[in-house]
């Protein structure tokens, strides 16, 4: 029988909540900037604060979803951010904003984590994580269409934020209510494959450094390098963002079918010069040019890598810390762009950054490669191979060994 594959929309929507403050950070910080008595470096440092928050809750997470139990922490999760974003998008006192934002970033980084470690547990992971960025992609490309229609002010990108956690809170009721149970070995179970766990964390952080690097001042790039408005920057970010669902839409119909080495590594060439490219924009056919293709890109190779990271801890550990790896790049991210972009110039900071990208690209190869797909096999006559576990024996009075578990090869 081929084994069903249902979508898990309650984790498709936390992971939608979690995700989306880092997707609309440009349009944060540059109302930060714009809304409050804050230069671009400062408005850039109030946004790393919020994704260093966020990262803060996964590091903190990574193993206690199971023993917290998903439903009760999902909740509090979701009710963080819609208190800190709401908080901070009604509030007109520097302070009292970003006391905001790092609630709300508390708040992202727990539903965040609640997500990743149930969709690991998934059947197909990366199905769930490409279906989690559609959403995501969609939702901020109607907010980046939107906000510059609702004027001016800091509030709106952090009233959407926080409208989202309070749209998703009630279907966290179809997430397990209680911790699950933790026998004595499993509680004490080491993180298995840590050598390219810890490699793929460490690339992950500077992989996200670079791209939130851009990502943090491209709506300046567009406003002052490429002399844009407001409404067509938008309008740009919001094609971008589209054109990502595209490339999610295929990353998710080919699944493993091209590896994830290829993927990964290929990707995170691409995407180093579609860096370069945007950074040095000066008009609209260029900034829109690189945008585009970068942020088609993007959300394929990170769902790779999710999958990768999934696929090296079935109870989710690895994807959490890998993810909160990701979130402290990301953190650094708007703050490292405005000050490298601040003393050498957008141009030149794309240039650093697609070089830095070009050097992990190589690691981070490695550890695909590395990794077997955890796809169940499909054979003629559409007959799927599962996993087998295999029980030796009892010969002879000894103690029985441990079962063996045989996984398929892909």
């Keep these: 029988m081929f084994a069903p594959r249902t979508t898990p ?9 979690g995700y989306l403050a880092p997707y609309l950070l440009p349009t944060v910080v540059g109302r930060l900037d714009s809304g409050l008595p804050l230069s671009p470096t ?15 809750a996964g590091f903190l997470l990574a193993s206690r979803v199971e023993r917290i139990g998903a439903r009760a922490l999902a909740r509090f999760g979701l009710t963080l951010a819609l208190l800190g974003y709401g908080g901070a998008a009604l509030a007109h006192a520097v302070p009292a904003v970003v ?16 997500a ?3 969709i690991a547990a998934e059947p197909d992971p990366h199905r769930a994580t490409t279906v989690g960025l559609l959403g995501v992609s969609a939702l901020a490309g109607a ?9 001016a002010g800091h509030g709106q990108p952090l009233a ?17 209510s209680g911790a699950a149970p933790q026998p004595q070995a499993r509680a004490a179970s080491r993180l298995p494959h840590r050598r390219p766990g810890l ?16 990502w943090g001042v491209s709506g300046r790039i567009g406003l002052t390098q490429a002399e844009l408005s407001e409404t067509t920057v938008g309008a740009v970010f919001a094609v971008a963002l589209g054109a990502g669902l595209l490339g999610v839409t295929g990353a998710g119909a080919l699944g493993p079918r091209l590896g994830r080495a290829l993927p990964i590594g290929g990707g995170t060439v691409l995407i180093a010069a579609c860096i370069a490219v945007s950074a040095s924009a000066t008009d609209l056919t260029t900034f829109a040019t690189g945008e585009i293709a970068w942020n088609t890109l993007y959300p394929i190779v990170l769902s790779y890598v999710i999958g990768l990271a999934a696929s090296l801890d079935a109870r989710g550990r690895w994807a959490v810390l890998v993810g909160s790896a990701s979130s402290l790049g990301t953190a650094a991210g708007p703050l490292t762009g405005s000050v490298l972009s601040a003393q050498a110039g957008f141009p030149a900071m794309g240039a650093v950054l697609a070089a830095g990208l070009l050097v992990i690209a190589v690691p981070m190869t490695v550890v695909a490669l590395g990794r077997r797909s955890r ?7 559409g007959i799927e191979v599962v996993e087998v576990v295999e029980i030796p024996l009892d010969t002879a009075g000894a103690a029985p060994a441990a079962p063996e578990r045989l996984t398929p090869a892909t």
Excluded at 160 to 176: H, K, M, Q
Excluded at 375 to 381: I, L, R, T
């Design 116 to 118: 990743a470690t149930r």
């Design 143 to 151: 907010v980046y269409l939107t906000v510059p229609h609702l004027g």
């Design 9 to 17: 929309w309650p984790l498709v929507a936390l992971f939608t909540a």
């Design 375 to 381: 796809k169940p096999v499909e054979v003629a006559e």
């Design 160 to 176: 959407a934020i926080a409208l989202t956690a309070l749209a998703v809170w009630p279907l966290t009721g179809r997430l397990p």
């Design 42 to 56: 400062q408005a850039g440092a109030v946004g790393s604060a919020l994704l260093l928050s966020s990262a803060s």
């Design 199 to 214: 490699v793929l964390a460490a690339c992950m952080l500077c992989w996200s450094l670079a791209q939130n690097s851009l």
């Design 99 to 114: 006391l905001g934002v790092l609630l709300g970033g508390l708040g992202s980084g727990t539903a965040t984590a609640v």
